[in-house]
């Protein structure tokens, strides 16, 4: 690749691409080429001279520009190789790549559109939410299921707090202890099968020990992805509650 | 109930509540169709409109929503301060573009189609909540299925999935300018 002899003084605005397709279709564009007809061998040198520029620049060139300069390479031979005229039309070896850009191209569009749809909604002014409503009755609608993120914030919370009104914590503490998810998952499901319900933070509220509280947390998320619990929260009073999962469908 | 009774009682529910109210929640407490609503929200809506109301019934995020009409948005943005809505970067609107059409949909089949890693970006729009975990592949290694939630719909003001504007099909012309 003799780039730097190559260079024909192309304004190549540095402008940040978001990645190597996004450049591709810069270059297609800009350079007025035929899509369905990509004259690899110059788009190759063009890509190759972008990358340079970047190197120049000292921007760091995120691995996908490599590989896609390598799979234009790819392409550029197997188009030098000779094709025998009796065999059936072989696939043009641009075709994925024309695919590719055409499909991001779309996306790109979607983009721009879902952008004016934002616009649009910035003209929308709803009530604010701080009033105090109406009594909420214990239905299922006012249920909502708590969120993984809601979750690791409460959970979070929780150990500030701890670490709060507990500064005492010695680093000796969890030395040789013997934290067992699996142990506090049958805990768990035993008061769950007797009460039918518990309160996220009274799973707490009995650990001392910052490696059992973990350790309890990693129990809750066992739980979920196992499917035998569901995490839900009322609308107004807040409180994270777990539920066994069999139940929910009748009860809650 | 008398049908005037029930589209006020659903006027009385959209005014009480702040956040669009679900379809269903609508039908199940004024006791009617799914077609009786839109046709009494149509109703409404141009009651409001004849009148020329200071408001306006929403449809979106598959729900309804009573907000403040557009027209007086300027004015009552200066009145309460309201602060611009944070845009999105270009990149997250590429990512949330890629998963609204084509949800449920996977990580790898998201960067294939940007040619580049979108984790972090992935990663921000579950936290602002505009994208979600809704299943997972059952093939190898059982990727995770991410999909759009309500609150994209709300954010973007439509009313469902299926309202989102058709993807305009590229046509080859546009890029055989040199023909």
């Known amino acids: ?252 | 109930m008398s049908v005037e009774e029930k589209k006020a009682l659903i006027e009385a529910l959209l005014f009480i509540e702040n956040e669009p109210v679900p379809y269903g929640v609508i039908c199940k407490h004024a006791d009617i169709t799914k077609s009786e609503m839109a046709k009494y929200m149509k109703e409404l809506q141009d009651d409001y409109e004849v009148r020329q109301s200071g408001l306006l019934i929403n449809e979106v995020a598959e729900g309804y929503q009573m907000i403040a009409h557009p027209r007086f948005s300027l004015i009552l943005s200066k009145i309460y301060g309201v602060k611009n809505k944070s845009k999105l970067s270009k990149v997250s609107l590429e990512v949330l573009a890629i998963i609204a059409y084509k949800q449920p949909v996977t990580r790898a089949e998201i960067e294939s189609v940007r040619g580049v890693s979108t984790e972090r970006t992935i990663k921000q729009l579950l936290e602002k909540d505009l994208i979600t975990i809704v299943g997972r592949r059952e093939t190898v290694g059982r990727p995770i299925e991410l999909g759009t939630t309500k609150h994209f719909l709300k954010i973007f003001n439509l009313k469902s999935v299926k309202d989102l504007p058709q993807i305009r099909e590229i046509k080859e012309m546009e890029f055989n300018k040199t023909d």
């Open chain 1, 1 to 252: 690749m003799d780039n730097k002899n190559s260079y024909t003084g192309y304004n190549i605005k540095t402008q940040n691409f978001e990645g190597p397709l996004d450049l591709l279709l810069f270059l297609v564009r800009n350079y007025e080429i035929n899509i369905y007809d990509i004259p690899i061998s110059e788009i190759t040198d063009q890509f190759l001279e972008y990358i340079g520029l970047m190197k120049k620049l000292d921007i760091e060139i995120a691995s996908e520009f490599i590989v896609m300069a390598a799979h234009l390479m790819l392409i550029k031979s197997r188009m030098m190789l000779p094709v025998e005229e009796d065999l059936e039309v072989e696939d043009d070896p641009r075709v994925d790549l024309v695919q590719q850009l055409l499909e991001y191209q779309k996306f790109k569009e979607a983009a721009s559109t879902l952008d004016s749809s934002f616009a649009v909604n910035s003209e929308v002014l709803e009530r604010k939410a701080d009033q105090i409503l109406l009594d909420f009755p214990d239905d299922e609608d006012n249920w909502v299921e708590v969120k993984i993120f809601d979750l690791i914030n409460a959970f979070s919370r929780l150990i500030g707090e701890e670490g709060k009104t507990k500064p005492t914590f010695s680093v000796f503490d969890d030395i040789e202890e013997d934290y067992d998810p699996e142990e506090k998952i049958r805990q768990i499901q035993s008061v769950l099968d007797i009460k039918g319900k518990v309160l996220f933070h009274e799973l707490f509220s009995f650990e001392v020990r910052r490696g059992e509280i973990i350790t309890v947390f990693l129990a809750i998320l066992h739980m979920i992805k196992r499917l035998s619990i569901v995490v839900k929260q009322h609308k107004m009073f807040g409180d994270i509650t777990l539920f066994p999962k069999s139940v929910t469908g009748d009860k809650l």
